[in-house]
Structures are given as C-alpha cells and as structure tokens.
T-cell receptor, first 110, second 114 residues
C-alpha cells in the first residue's frame, strides 16, 4: 500500500485564496518531500523537510511535519493561476526507500 | 543549463516488441531513477542506479532492464512489451549526498503498447 496518502484528492479554490493539502504516512521516515507536476510535465521538487524539523518555508510555501501524527501539510498562500498542478508527497523510510503518494490535483480558478 | 532529457516523448509499439527509452542528464549526478506513473497511483520505482555499473531493482522491475555504462545515461529496456506496460515513464536524477533527495525529473515518455 502507499506510504504517502495525499488529502484531498482534488481541490478547487479561487485565485488569491490559500490552498492546504495533507500527506499521511504509515512508518517512520527520514524525510518528506513535496513535488509539483504541471500537466504533461515531469515533477519539480518544491521542499524537503527532515524528520527532526517541524516547519519549513520557501516563498509562498509552508510545510509542516508532525511525526507523532505521521502527517505533513503543504500550504500555498495567495494562490495564483500558475499554481494549478498536481502536488505529490514522497517519504523516505528508514530503509532509504522513497515512496510516493497518489497526489492532490489543485485547480486555481481566476 | 544542466538538464535531464528523455526520448522519445511518445512511443507506440506492439506487444512482444523490445523497446528502449532513453534518459540523458547533464547534471553529472551519480543517482538515476526510472519511474512509471499510472492514473490513481503515485510514482512507482522500476530501476535505479547509484553510479556507473551499478543497477538495482525497484518495486516494479519485472519485464524491465537498465544498464549504466556512463554517468549521463540510463536507458530503460522493455524486453517484450506488454499492454500492462502502457504508462508514462519518468527518468530522474539526484546528486550523491542524498540519494533520494531533491530529484530532478525529465518530461516523461508516454508509451502505448497495443
């Protein structure tokens, strides 16, 4: 079964609003990464958070990690049309295996 | 600029044929990966390599093979294509320090096996 499970599967919001998506996992991890995939393209790395970190920021992105709940969230503030994409979390487990979730499809409406 | 390129972008083949998908990176990364992406699934790892002459099986390696003769290239071969191998294939690379950290992806190859 998938280690990382994103929630929701799809999210549609108005431009300018904040978007939050979540990732849950089952086993202990070394790190968790978020990637973006635009339609028909490869994935692009957004941010990595290590198991001993609780929060990281990168521009309009904020990632939190709660290892006690085995979950992470990705917040995109002040969304733009260009943020329309699918977002994937990937967790590296203690065996150094990288396991991917099925993704959240984000649509930003103008 | 450094990049990772995949070819072809689209490929249609028949069942039973041998198919090779190319992946070339100019990042000088030691680590290279092949994934397949299917609707409703996350990426699934097919094969990976941590350096020249090193290859390892991933989660879904049956029916696929790779070889690593230089740093830049990791071609993926489907020995005898099957309809179940219709998918989008992504190649990725990363630098040595964190094998699975900050992967750089190619634009993908859409493979249809008829």
């Amino acid at each position: 079964s998938q280690q990382g499970e994103e929630d929701p599967q799809a999210l549609s919001i108005q431009e300018g609003e904040n978007a939050t998506m979540n990732c849950s996992y089952k086993t202990s991890i070394n790190n968790l990464q978020w990637y973006r995939q635009n339609s028909g393209r490869g994935l692009v790395h957004l941010i990595l958070i290590r198991s001993n970190e609780r929060e990281k920021h990168s521009g309009r992105l904020r990632v939190t990690l709660d290892t006690s709940k085995k979950s992470s969230s990705l917040l995109i503030t002040a969304s733009r049309a260009a943020d329309t994409a699918s977002y994937f979390c990937a967790t590296e487990d203690s065996n150094y295996q990288l396991i991917w979730g099925a993704g959240t499809k984000l649509i930003i409406k103008p | 600029d450094a990049e990772i390129t995949q070819s072809p972008r689209h490929k249609i083949t028949e069942t039973g044929r041998q198919v090779t998908l190319a992946c070339h990176q100019t990042w000088n990364h030691n680590n290279m990966f092949w994934y397949r992406q299917d609707l409703g699934h996350g990426l699934r790892l097919i094969h990976y390599s941590y350096g020249v002459q090193d290859t390892n099986k991933g989660e879904v390696s049956d029916g696929y093979s790779v070889s690593r003769s230089n740093t830049e290239d990791l071609p993926l071969t489907l020995e005898s294509a099957a309809s179940s191998q219709t998918s989008v294939y992504f190649c990725a690379s990363s630098d040595s320090t964190g094998h699975n950290e900050k992967l750089f992806f190619g634009s993908g190859t859409q493979l249809s096996v008829l």
